[in-house]
């Protein structure tokens, strides 16, 4: 069985999925940890030093790598991996299990306002700011998550009551 979490940063994805595998008692894989290891660099360094549209091809390339493997494994996507290429379109072609963790803009500014350092995609915007510019990304990226085959509401609960709602749609 594959599982693949996709949703925006901060929305749980890791934290669910480290919880739903081990629940399952499958592999947890992280694709940024994965192409982390893989390179033997940061995420951080490979977009400083080499730019974002490297760090894409690199990021499909590493997707691709995953989806054929032959074993079990729930895998957490990065927030925007959807969003690009055709990544969407191989996630889903991959397995039935896709599921979009769907938080709300409120939510989300809340769980991010505490992590801005280690977030570099919001290192430098002002706390008053994140609404806004959350909101504009969810617009953007929305149609991607959209594709996933199930949403699940993850507002108010917590990780492991999101493993469970999981857990009872998977085919």
Same mark, same amino acid.
């Given at each position: 069985?594959?599982?693949?979490?996709?949703?925006?940063?901060?929305?749980?994805?890791?934290?669910?999925? $480290? #919880?739903? +595998?081990?629940?399952?008692?499958? $592999? %947890?894989?992280?694709?940024?940890?994965?192409?982390?290891?893989?390179?033997?660099?940061s995420i951080k360094t490979i977009f400083k030093e080499r730019g974002e549209i490297y760090f894409r091809?690199?990021? %499909? &390339?590493?997707l691709k790598e995953i989806l054929a493997l032959e074993h079990d494994f729930v895998l957490s996507s990065g927030g925007g991996t959807p969003c690009y290429g055709n990544n969407m379109k191989i996630i889903l072609a991959a397995t039935p299990n896709v599921c979009y963790i769907k938080v709300s803009i409120a939510e989300?500014?809340? /769980?991010?306002?505490?992590? $801005?350092?280690? /977030?570099?995609? #919001?290192?430098?915007?002002?706390?008053?700011?994140?609404?806004?510019? #959350?909101?504009?990304?969810? %617009?953007? /990226?929305? %149609?991607?998550?959209? &594709? +996933?085959f199930h949403?699940?509401? +993850?507002? &108010?609960?917590?990780?492991?009551e999101l493993s469970e709602e999981i857990k009872q749609i998977l085919v």
């Open positions: 069985m594959k599982i693949v979490l996709v949703g925006y940063m901060g929305s749980g994805k890791t934290t669910i999925g $480290k #919880i739903l +595998a081990k629940d399952l008692n499958i $592999k %947890f894989l992280d694709l940024d940890d994965y192409i982390e290891e893989s390179e033997s660099i091809k690199l990021e %499909f &390339q590493y989300l500014v809340a /769980r991010l306002a505490n992590q $801005k350092e280690t /977030r570099p995609l #919001i290192k430098n915007i002002d706390v008053e700011e994140l609404p806004e510019f #959350i909101g504009k990304h969810l %617009f953007e /990226r929305s %149609f991607y998550y959209s &594709q +996933a949403t699940i509401n +993850a507002d &108010q609960k917590n990780p492991m």
